[in-house]
């Protein structure tokens, strides 16, 4: 049994959601997991006698300008490594949590190992910024260990910043229980959804890297030629600019906007695809999850994506900015049943086989495992 300090963003997004599940399974496997966090994980939903969690608060000294979060962080983690014995602490996040890890870590009076691992915006948005480099730099050389989402992530993670650490692929998982595919055409009904009408679902948190006018102009095409409704799932920046986007275009009352959704499994169980045209996106977890719904998925050939999408046997894979293509490929399969059903099952057998949770947590329980050996 070890003890595991884990430090995420709790708020919605991928990163939170992967360290939080990752926190409960190791729990169900007899380790003791401490969340320290600004505030409750949002996907930490039950009980568990394994589970604890820190809180990190923030006061406003008059004196600061700005509340100095990082080093507030850093001293929580260092006592939680002494008080709680850890042997591990396990950020998700080069900035800043790798760096106050390694903070804490010099602070504390025992030896932790440090894991860190690497999402995606971390690297791909921080690290283009020269103000943040050499720190992202750090947080990754001092890290005991460092795992990444994709092997396009280490590629960039390598490029970008010219590390020479070694940095194991660790695919993203999703927990089956809360993703499969449910029977539920009251939903549909709901929703005004007409049996005939094809559903493309987009889950985001519209920001501008997503690109949520390309899922727009795409279901545009789709629209033309063939009865459908896109369901446009989460809430951020971008959102007004597509609601008008969507009223310019006149498909107002085939796109329904329904922001923030706790049971997006329950929209996947009643859509026929999925459409994600990021221009970045180191894995692209939603995909797994509508995968694991049996929906099939388009998305573009950008970072960690053709990782997850089998071109052709789970969905397609387009180029960026590619809606013409993104629309004859989903109309070439939402036309044809027999193909619709062979890439569902496809894109199922893919998330189990390749993505399956049991073997995921495994893999950081063996980086773990070297780490303390
Ligand atoms: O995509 C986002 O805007 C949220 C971000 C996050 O921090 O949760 O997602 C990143 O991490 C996810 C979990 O590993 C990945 O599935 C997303 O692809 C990645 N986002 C980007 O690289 C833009």
């Known amino acids: 049994m070890k003890k595991i300090g884990i430090t995420c963003y709790p708020t919605l997004g991928g990163s939170g959601v992967i360290a939080t599940e990752l926190g409960m399974k190791m729990a169900e496997l007899g380790h003791e997991i401490h969340f320290i966090t ?5 996907r930490l939903n039950h009980i568990h006698p394994n589970i604890f969690y820190h809180e990190v608060e923030v006061s406003h000294y008059p004196v600061f300008q700005y509340p100095p979060f990082d ?4 001293n929580k983690m260092a006592e939680v490594i002494d008080q709680e014995k850890l042997d591990i602490l396990h950020v998700h996040y080069a900035m800043p949590h790798a760096i106050c890890a390694i903070l804490a870590r010099d602070i504390a009076e025992r030896d932790v190992k440090i894991v860190t691992t690497l999402h995606g915006t971390d690297i791909t948005v921080l690290g283009i910024d020269n103000a943040l480099q050499k720190m992202i730099q750090h947080g990754i050389e001092q890290s005991d260990g460092v795992t990444a989402v994709s092997k396009s992530l280490v590629n960039q993670t390598k490029e970008m910043l010219g590390v020479s650490k070694d940095i194991d692929v660790i695919y993203n998982f999703v927990n089956e229980e809360n993703y499969e595919k449910k029977t539920l055409p009251g939903i549909r009904r709901q929703y005004g959804i007409q049996p005939n009408e094809k559903v493309i679902i987009h889950t985001s948190n519209f920001r501008k890297v997503k690109r949520v006018q390309d899922v727009i102009y795409t279901f545009r095409d789709i629209h033309d030629k063939m009865s459908a409704k896109l369901l446009l799932v989460g809430d951020g920046p971008e959102y007004s600019s597509m609601y008008q986007l969507v009223r310019q275009l006149g498909l107002t009352e085939s796109v329904l ?32 999850e509508a995968m694991s719904c049996q929906v099939p998925c388009i998305g573009t050939n950008v970072g960690g994506i053709p990782e997850v999408i ?6 397609f894979v387009v180029e960026l900015g590619d809606t013409n293509s993104a629309a004859d490929y989903a109309v070439y399969l ?40």
């Open 38 to 42: 600004t505030s409750l994980p949002f």
């Open 71 to 74: 080093l507030v962080l850093a």
């Open 257 to 288: 906007f329904l922001g923030k959704q706790k049971n997006v499994s329950d929209l996947f169980s009643i859509s026929d695809l999925k459409l994600l045209m990021s221009e970045k996106e180191s894995f692209g977890l939603v995909l797994l």
């Open 310 to 315: 089998k071109h052709n046997e789970t969905g």
């Open 334 to 373: 939402l036309r044809n049943e027999s193909e619709l059903e062979r890439f569902s099952q496809n894109a199922l057998l893919h998330a189990r086989e390749n993505f399956y949770s049991q073997s995921i947590v495994q893999q950081y329980v063996d980086v773990y495992d070297r780490l303390m050996d």
